[in-house]
């Protein structure tokens, strides 16, 4: 990445980040669960969590598709863009 991209990030929001469990369906393909992925996130921060590590340390992302990995990348971010608190 550039360092002219990198100087006009944000700096983090002090407080509480915690990583993102991404939740299956007890389904036989195992499929992602968006409706309770929303459920948890939206828990979370209502119980006042200030940032959120997608897919970030919980393992799950090496498992999961290209398209998966894709989808519930878009479902958070757009989940927070209607969400946000």
């Known amino acids: 990445?550039?360092?002219s991209t990198l100087a006009q990030r944000?700096?983090?929001v002090p407080g509480v980040y915690v990583p993102?469990?991404?939740i299956f369906k007890d389904d036989e393909a195992q499929s992602?669960?968006?409706?309770?992925?929303q459920?948890?996130?939206?828990?979370?921060?209502?119980?006042?969590?200030h940032g959120f590590v997608c897919q970030g340390t919980t393992a799950e992302?090496?498992?999961?598709?290209f398209e998966e990995r894709a989808e519930v990348g878009m479902v958070f971010l757009q989940y927070f863009q209607?969400?946000?608190r």
Not at 32 to 37: E, F
Not at 39 to 49: E, P, Q, S, T
Request: net charge positive; aromatic share 6%; proline share 9%.
């Open 82 to 84: 209607r969400n946000h």
């Open 39 to 49: 459920k948890h996130i939206l828990f979370m921060a209502k119980a006042g969590i």
């Open 32 to 37: 992602l669960d968006i409706d309770a992925y």
């Open 61 to 65: 992302a090496p498992a999961l598709t």
């Open 10 to 12: 944000r700096p983090l």
């Open 1 to 3: 990445m550039a360092p």
């Open 20 to 22: 993102v469990i991404t």
